[in-house]
């Protein structure tokens, strides 16, 4: 097991070092730097290239911070979004509690209606049957007193039986015109 613990710490040595000849870990230290990449690299030797990394970097910068004002104006609309729907639920709500009171209002203003045509129903009848009372005041004779249906004269059935049966019979209160 300490075989293992020693490569085991080997290696974490090694990384260490690897860290710190990069510049990852600690200062950069390009000239006892041993990795191959480091050594060769003209970046630290050339100031063009140096300052083309840097517009390169700063442009970078300016495009995440307008990627960040964007995704802030994509959240301001985002929220104008939920408060517009929000509003819009309100609304919603409001209103059909309105169709709901308009409802309650136009059930009540049926039921009116129909009290008024059912009393206006049962006067037009009430009427109907006093016109019949005027125009035919005879209604509650007993139906052998009640004048024959399309007789001219209004006499009443006896009359006319007697007259047909016997011509020359006078009754009282006829003229001898037979009238």
Same mark, same amino acid.
């Given at each position: ?16 070092? +690897? +860290?710190?000849?990069?510049?990852i ?11 191959? %990449?480091?050594?060769?690299?003209? *970046? ?6 140096k300052?083309? !990394?840097? #517009? ?8 995440? +911070?307008?990627? #960040?004002?964007?995704l &802030?104006? $994509? ?9 517009? *729907? $929000? ?6 709500? =409001?209103?059909?509690?309105?169709i /709901? ?16 045509? =059912? /009393?206006?129903?049962?006067?037009? &009848?009430?009427?109907?049957? %006093?016109?019949?009372? !005027?125009? =035919? ?10 004048? !024959? ?9 006896? /009359?006319?039986? &007697? ?8 009754? /009282? ?5 037979? #009238?």
């Amino acid at each position: 097991m300490s075989k293992k613990m020693q490569s085991l710490n080997s290696n974490i040595d090694k990384a260490k070092n +690897f +860290f710190e000849e990069s510049g990852i870990l600690g200062p950069t230290n390009f000239k006892d730097s041993s990795d191959l %990449i480091r050594k060769t690299s003209t *970046i630290h030797l050339d100031t063009s290239l140096k300052n083309q !990394i840097r #517009k390169t970097s700063s442009c970078l910068r300016y495009r995440a +911070f307008n990627e #960040k004002n964007t995704l &802030n104006s $994509y959240d301001d609309s985002l929220i104008n979004l939920q408060n517009e *729907i $929000y509003n819009m639920r309100d609304i919603l709500v =409001h209103g059909e509690t309105k169709i /709901v009171i308009l409802r309650t209002e136009i059930g009540k203003l049926k039921q009116a209606l129909q009290a008024i045509m =059912h /009393v206006q129903i049962q006067a037009r &009848n009430y009427s109907d049957e %006093i016109i019949m009372k !005027i125009k =035919h005041p005879m209604t509650s004779l007993c139906l052998f007193c009640q004048p !024959i249906k399309g007789s001219p004269n209004s006499s009443s059935t006896l /009359v006319n039986r &007697n007259k047909n049966n016997n011509p020359n019979n006078k009754f /009282v209160g006829e003229d001898f015109n037979g #009238k």
